[in-house]
């Protein structure tokens, strides 16, 4: 069964650096959509990067510049490296994925298959 599993979340302060790296089995991870979201109590859980199988890049807007998302396919991996934090970012980031191109690289459903999650806390 597919299974995909983050990891790397962590707590930083206010500018630094973190990166996630996301481990897929059970299925051929190279012909998937891949993402990344985020997740605060209470609020719904966002878009940050996706990549499809192609390569092609989308960032949400409040990450363009700070944020890297890649693949290593490989691997069966997908990463995304975080820099200048901000207390914003603070989240649970979770790991996506889809057996095909999808239409809106950001949106939740979009993606049927999902990760557990990796904690990330910015402090100020």
């Known amino acids: 069964q597919v299974q995909l599993v983050e990891s790397g979340g962590g707590s930083v302060q206010a500018g630094g650096s973190l990166s996630l790296s996301c481990a897929g089995s059970?299925?051929?991870?190279?012909?998937?959509?891949m993402a990344w979201f985020r997740q605060v109590p209470g609020q719904v859980r966002e878009g940050v990067a996706a990549?499809?199988?192609?390569?092609?890049?989308t960032y949400a807007d409040s990450v363009k510049g700070r944020f890297t998302i890649s693949r290593d396919n490989a691997k069966d991996s997908l990463y995304l490296q975080m820099n200048s934090l901000k207390p914003a970012d603070t989240a649970m980031y979770y790991c996506?994925?889809?057996?095909?191109?999808?239409?809106?690289?950001?949106?939740?459903?979009?993606?049927?298959?999902w990760g557990q999650g990796t904690q990330v806390t910015v402090s100020s």
């Open positions: 990549v499809d199988s192609d390569g092609s890049t």
């Open positions: 059970g299925f051929t991870f190279s012909t998937y959509a």
């Open positions: 996506a994925a889809y057996p095909g191109p999808v239409i809106n690289r950001l949106a939740t459903w979009e993606y049927n298959y």
